[in-house]
């Protein structure tokens, strides 16, 4: 399974943040346009980059390695995969999926487990690299190479992630995005910007409420 990936190479994901301190400021930019309400949960919260920065109340990974690095950020974790979640119904009031679904197995199933524990009128806020986008063409590019992680991976568009909240009882409150800029060019640091589908954005997260 792809975590044992992320347990062998928990360290080098990490240092992805550091390396690429820009790019991930601007991807933070984004995720804090978004009301994260407690109690809130992040899946797949690796290392716990994002989680530690927006103050979310628990992570969940099945890698124990990238766990043990979410710890030490100060993130409360649970081993868990996605589509399993150990948890209640009707628990949270913010849920994130940050660049998760595309190591997912089952992604249809992570969502209604999901939503099981998400609260009445609490959000879902999924966040990808879209196939379709310069970056998406990168990563893929990549994968061909036999790269560690997105050799793994599977991209989507957003076109197909909404298509897959809209066969449950979600409604679409919010779409904005980040990486305006193509990655051959430097990075710079942005403001977020809202979705259109003209626009070549290489990060964009999504929002859907539970009526």
């Known amino acids: 399974m792809s975590f044992r990936l992320f347990d062998k190479y928990a360290e080098r994901y990490d240092s992805w943040f550091e390396r690429n301190w820009i790019i ?3 991807e933070l930019r984004v ?4 009301s994260i309400e407690n109690p809130s949960l992040e899946v797949g919260v690796g290392s716990g980059f994002f989680a530690s920065r927006l103050r979310v109340s628990l992570g969940i990974d099945p890698s124990w390695n990238m766990l043990k690095i979410a710890k030490m950020r100060g993130v409360d974790v649970i081993q868990a995969l996605g589509e399993m979640l150990p948890i209640r119904n009707n628990c949270f009031k913010t849920i ?3 660049v998760t679904l595309c190591f997912v197995e089952e992604p249809e199933k992570l969502i209604q487990e999901c939503i099981r524990i998400l609260k009445d009128y609490g959000k879902i806020i999924i966040c990808i690299i879209p196939r379709d986008s310069s970056w998406g063409k990168h990563y893929i590019e990549l994968s061909k190479k036999e790269h560690p992680f997105y050799s793994k991976a ?7 992630i909404q298509e897959l909240l809209q066969k449950h009882t979600l409604k679409h409150t919010k779409t904005i995005g980040t990486l305006t800029f193509k990655p051959e060019e430097e990075p710079r640091q942005e403001e977020p910007v809202p979705y259109t589908e003209n626009k070549d954005l290489g990060f ?3 929002e859907y409420t539970k009526s």
């Open 24 to 26: 991930a400021h601007n």
């Open 31 to 34: 995720l804090r346009e978004f």
């Open 96 to 98: 994130l999926i940050i």
């Open 154 to 160: 599977k991209f989507y568009t957003i076109r197909e």
């Open 204 to 206: 964009i997260c999504t």
